[in-house]
């Protein structure tokens, strides 16, 4: 199992980027997908996270900025970020709790993808 994402660059305040993550390989069920972020010198942080019900949940500081949605039939969660802010930058990962062939649940994490913000 894999995830891949994409999207990440440079934008001045005020802009917008989307990022969005495809999961991959042998997937029998993805229970949450979402998105973290990590800063330099900052410990990771939530994001955005959507479980498969629907459920989404966004870190205070992205509420009425961000939106998460999600593709089941294409294993896909995309993050589309508006009105973007300095504060913003960091590296972006994508992150699922999926089930494979096993009956195990495991937490993947894919490629970072950096989103810079400009003042």
């Known amino acids: 199992v894999q995830l891949q994402a994409s999207g990440g660059g440079l934008v001045q305040a005020g802009g917008s980027l989307r990022l969005r993550c495809v999961a991959s390989?042998?997937?029998?069920?993805?229970?949450?997908l979402g998105w973290y972020r990590q800063a330099p010198g900052k410990q990771r942080e939530l994001v955005a996270v959507?479980?498969?019900?629907?459920?989404?949940n966004y870190a205070d500081s992205v509420k009425g900025r961000f939106t998460i949605s999600r593709d089941n039939a294409k294993n896909t969660v995309t993050l589309q970020m508006d009105n973007l802010k300095p504060e913003d930058t960091a590296v972006y990962y994508c992150?699922?709790?999926?089930?494979?062939?096993?009956?195990?649940?495991?937490?993947?994490w894919g490629q970072g993808t950096q989103v810079t913000v400009s003042s």
């Open positions: 390989g042998s997937i029998f069920s993805i229970r949450a």
């Open positions: 992150n699922g709790d999926i089930r494979g062939r096993s009956t195990a649940w495991y937490n993947y």
């Open positions: 959507v479980t498969s019900d629907g459920s989404i």
